[in-house]
């Protein structure tokens, strides 16, 4: 099957620092962002994040929003790639 580039998702992994005692609330708010999934919280703040967007526009306004919510101390991404074919994931 031939794919356009339209039809690409980029890919990005993060890891979000957050203020022990806001995490939680942090998580929460991860969670009600589109395409965004936490997979995982250290008892420090630390966290792994995933964005998955329809372009790099997206990718970045994502990150931008993550890095500006209360409770955020820093934010880097740590991975970017394009998937031509998110449905086939292994």
Same mark, same amino acid.
Request: charge should be negative; hydrophobic fraction near 45%; charged fraction near 20%.
């Given at each position: 099957?031939?794919?356009?580039?339209?039809?690409?998702?980029?890919?990005?992994?993060?890891?979000?620092?957050?203020?022990?005692?806001? *995490?939680?609330?942090?998580?929460?708010?991860?969670?009600?962002?589109?395409?965004?999934?936490?997979?995982?919280?250290?008892?420090?703040?630390?966290?792994?994040?995933?964005?998955?967007?329809?372009?790099?526009? *997206?990718?970045?306004?994502?990150?931008?929003?993550?890095?500006?919510?209360?409770?955020?101390?820093?934010?880097?991404?740590?991975?970017?790639?394009?998937?031509?074919?998110?449905?086939?994931?292994?």
């Amino acid at each position: 099957m031939n794919t356009t580039a339209s039809e690409a998702i980029s890919i990005s992994s993060l890891i979000v620092g957050a203020q022990p005692a806001k *995490a939680a609330a942090v998580r929460a708010s991860l969670g009600t962002l589109a395409g965004v999934e936490v997979h995982a919280v250290t008892e420090d703040g630390r966290m792994i994040v995933t964005v998955e967007a329809a372009s790099d526009d *997206a990718t970045v306004q994502a990150f931008e929003t993550i890095r500006r919510l209360p409770g955020v101390l820093s934010a880097a991404m740590v991975y970017h790639r394009y998937e031509s074919d998110p449905d086939g994931e292994v």
